[in-house]
């Protein structure tokens, strides 16, 4: 009778198993093993030498509008090749597929309208929410994200206000977006 190990599943022989087994028994499990093996040297491979990681900054104040891309100026660290300003100054394209955690933030000037608000989003398959804010002139934070992506997606920041108003300006003081990888998939 097999047990299993709880992380992996492993296969292994139990002290009710006939002696005769465990010879087949044992290469259950060091193939069950070599497999696991092989998995964390996937990610090993894919990690080394460097994680997948990229930053963007907004360092000189930029007028966006409505529902606009956050258009940044500066390249603060890019490991993976994901970010080219000269094709794309406002998107993060991933190389490879995985699990990416995605951040940053904007300081934004008052919009001019009383009551409306700012939202920051990340643009993809879906449209996410990350921050909201009632108060124009503070910094918005964009909540972690993760997310699976798939290779070649790009995922851009965008600052929408509450009328959604495409005429609408909002002055972006300062700004960051970065993406970190962090895992191939979601479960081990």
Known sequence: MTATTTNF??????????????????????????????????????????????R???????????????????LSVD????????FDPAGVTIRRAGRFVLVGSATV???GINNNYVR???SGDQDI????????????GLNTANL??????????LLVTRDDSTT???TVQAATFSVFWHADRASP
């Open 9 to 54: 599943a492993l296969p292994y022989p139990t002290a009710l198993d006939r002696p005769c087994d465990f010879a087949s028994q044992w290469c259950d499990f060091t193939d069950a093993l070599q497999t696991v093996i092989d998995g964390f040297q996937t990610v090993i491979d894919r990690t080394n030498p460097v994680i997948p990681i990229a």
């Open 56 to 74: 963007m900054m907004v360092t000189t104040p930029v007028d966006v509008a409505s529902n606009g891309e956050i258009p940044f100026d500066t």
């Open 79 to 86: 490991t993976a090749d994901l970010v080219d300003f000269d």
């Open 109 to 111: 000037l008052s919009t």
């Open 120 to 122: 920051l989003f990340i």
């Open 129 to 140: 929410v990350l921050d909201r804010t009632g108060i124009p002139g503070l910094t918005l």
């Open 148 to 157: 699976t992506i798939n290779t070649g997606s790009t995922r851009r920041a």
């Open 168 to 170: 609408l300006a909002i």
